[in-house]
């Protein structure tokens, strides 16, 4: 609800429209605008009411409304609400003219002690200025049930208690006021005791416990009633209570009080502990009976908390922090009980007395943060209030401005005061200031309190940013994560405000690509945008601009210089031998090399650089390790020692290359090495083992690769059946099966009977094994027929020589048994003689064949002697079948 304004309104804008036509003094005329202004506001009030518990932001009235204002005007004019104290409690609406509050009141929070509870606050208008008071009044709602202060009450009364004795009850506490407060007790029903309400200067209620039939012990010795208290709301709430009644024996004297009201008076900066009132109970019974004891009842909890009792002596001391502010009045209820049950009940009323004890509070309403330098005299700067929660001389209060300062204080109305400048301000002299505004009280010990306003002094926008330097040199490694962070570019301005405020950009250059940084616009930090390459760029350069926030804007540019980092992560290439396997076995050494002799040179390169490339070598694997050494820094394949004949004709070598990053990258490169006599030799038996592919590609060398495996079948199948038939036909024709064995020269008695004693074989008729190199592989040899002696050959004449037979012996099982006689030892004389007969010693080494040798007794002119058996090489591997006969057993076959 509005209140009247009158015709101050239209009075306060007639004035103003006559001061604007006729153009006259100013200050006149802001001296009546003032003066009506004050007399308006005083006339003005508004008066609205809301229920508690509503939720943040409800709507509680439409000031345009009330007022009659559009509302534009609350813009135009800065309207703003300012509730009293130091906590704001509503919110306008500048567009819409909506009073809201910022969040849910509870009455009970607000106005614990009063019964109406009623917020006040203003409206401020500018331009001009007018202040509208106004008034919330929070109506209660039923959201608290009443409580008592105990579940249990005990009640000892004496079984000789007459009929329509009463029992004070505990009242119950309910933060509600009005209807929604307490308003009802009731008693469960029981054959012994009723109820009677009553209601205190206050409008309290309160419950007394009225015997209507005489207790008998004997008969029961405890009764259990349970009392409810019900409050007016809708729905009502209720809270219980348990009186457990104990009836005792016989006490015909009650405890009588010396007074049945005690009133005491207390400063309420009365320390705790201080002794406010004793009161006093006389029992002449003797005995328990005559020991009265006192507790409070019918006491609310804040006094119980405020004061406490000593139950033996009655003496009633301060305990807590008296507060006049807060409530000015205590009220007490005091039970002595005797010993026998028998109590008596006085009333101790505490009045508090104001004592200055509060400080003047300044409560800060508005600010102007920044003020600009040519802001002329008697702006206003803030605004604030002030007051002091004390009475009388306590409460009036005198404001100041410490120091020498260009700013003033003007006293407005309702302890409000606004802070000006009086003198022109200068920015480059003193760029802020800080204002103590002090407050003090009347009182006989003043009291005050002090508030600091920071003002800054805003400048214009007449210094450009300037980098701290002018080339900034930012180092990334290689294979970074995105969106890394280098480092950061900084700027400074001498402004101030947002004129010192700087962002950051990249300068795009037209016709290049978007650079791979980016600036943060706010912090000035450098961040990569994807991970950077060392082989591909190892620097590059961008310009930054940094520009302020003024209008218009300053601005200036510094170079960003990224400078690339290698990393090792490359591995070695090798590029001689080619990796893909080519030239694994094309070196060729002769065995006459001496130590040192250069074979090959492994050739590497990195992609990275520094340490990251600097490459060595060394030899990882090798055939014969002692033979080869390889340059840790030149990779020179070279001889360690001299070549030896035992050592293998064929080498391969695995080199390790190596560099020197953390942690270090490898890769191996693979040689093939021949040991060879001569050159010529070597390269023959390379193009025999290892065809060399000819350049017409892959295709080409497939069908190549085909057609000899082809062939080399064809042939192996016919040589096989053609070999199969024979031995099948030359067994046939044998007149006994052939031995298990066949037995070279020694291994024959002149007798013709083996060692073994299995058969006999004519001396005429002897085999030895033709053998190349690997045939220890083979299961199969075919022997040929070796010459017989002078003394043999006359006695085997007539007979007819055997066949050629196959021995399934091991090629190393007949080395031996040829070289031992025919009891196993050492080899025979016959081997000797033959070796001696034959010119030719064998050759050493796994590489050569073993050759058939003529009879030590044969002449070396003998026209029958047959030609030395070379070996074959077979490609497939196994060992070639060859046998040689005598001249005479060629003849017989």
Known sequence: MLGSTGDG??????????????????????????????????????????????????????????????????AARKARVVSEGNEQLFRLSQNTGVLTVKESLDREEICPQSDTCTLFFKIFFENPLQLIRGEVEIRDVNDNSPVFPEKEMILEILETTPPGSRFPLESAQDKDVGSNGLQNYSLGSNPHFSLALGTRKGGAKYAELVLERQLDREEQRELNLLLTATDGGSPPRSGTAQIRIVVLDANDNIPVFSREVYEVRLAENSPPGLLAVRVTAADPDEGSYGKVRYAFTQTSERARQLFELNPATGEIRVAGNLDFEEAENHEMMVRAIDGGGLSAHCKVQVEVLDANDNAPEIALTSLTASIP????????????????RDSGDNGRME????????????????????????????????????????????????????????????????????????????????????????????????????????????????????????????????????????????AFEV??????????????????????????????????????????????????????????????????????????????????????????????????????ERDAPRQRLVVLVRDRGQPPRSATATLGIALVHGFSDA????SEEAPVPEPDGALTLYLIASLACVSALFLTTAVAIVVVKLCRARLRARPSPPSARCYADGDFYPDGVNAAGTGTLSPAYRYEACLTTGSGKSEFQFLRPVLPSRQSSAEAGAAKPEEPMCSSQPTGEREANSRRGPQGGAPGQGGAERAAAGGEAAEPGPALPATAQPSPAQPSTSPAQPSRAEPSRAASGAPAIRCRATAAALRAA
Request: aromatic fraction near 8%; proline fraction near 5%; include cysteine.
């Open 543 to 644: 310009e930054v601009r940094a520009a302020d926030g003024g209008s218009p804007p300053l601005s200036a540019q510094a170079v960003l210089r990224v400078v690339v980092r290698d990393e090792n992560d490359n591995a070695p290439v090798v590029l001689h031998p080619a990796p893909d396997g080519s030239a694994a076995a094309g070196e060729l050494v002769p065995r006459w090399a001496p130590a040192g002799y250069l074979v090959a040179k492994v050739v590497a390169v990195d992609a990275d650089a520094g340490q990251n490339a600097w490459l060595s070598y060394e030899l990882a694997k090798a055939t014969e390790p002692a033979l080869f050494r390889v340059g840790l820094h030149s990779g020179e394949v070279r001889t360690a020692r001299a070549v030896a």
């Open 9 to 74: 309104g239209w009075l306060f804008w007639r004035v103003v429209a006559c001061g604007r036509r006729s153009g006259g003094s100013k200050r006149q005329v802001s001296l009546f605008i003032l003066c009506v202004f004050v007399c308006q506001s005083a006339a003005e009030t508004l008066r609205y009411s809301l229920a508690e518990e509503m939720e943040r932001d409800s709507f509680v009235a439409n000031i345009t409304n009330d007022l009659g204002v559009a509302p534009s005007q609350l």
């Open 683 to 686: 390269h023959l038996r390379v």
């Open 399 to 538: 404001c100041a401005i410490d120091g020498d300062l260009p700013f003033s204080l003007t006293p407005t109305f309702d302890n409000y005061y606004e802070l000006r400048t009086n003198a022109a301000l200068d920015r480059e002299r003193t760029a802020e200031y800080n204002i103590t505004i002090t407050a003090m009280d009347w009182g006989k010990v003043r009291l005050s309190s002090r508030e600091s306003i920071f003002v800054q002094i805003s400048d214009v926008n007449d210094n450009p940013p300037e980098f701290t330097q002018e080339v900034y040199t930012m180092l990334v490694t290689e294979n970074n994560s995105p969106m890394l962070r280098i480092g950061s570019v900084n700027a400074t301005d001498a402004d101030a405000g947002k004129n010192a405020r700087i962002s950051y950009a990249l300068v795009r250059q037209e016709g290049k690509e978007q650079p791979d940084v980016s600036v943060n616009s706010e912090n000035g930090d450098v961040y990569i945008l994807r991970p950077l390459d060392y082989e591909e760029v190892r």
């Open 373 to 388: 330098e040519d802001a002329p005299p008697r702006t206003v700067v803030a605004l604030f209030s002030v007051r002091d």
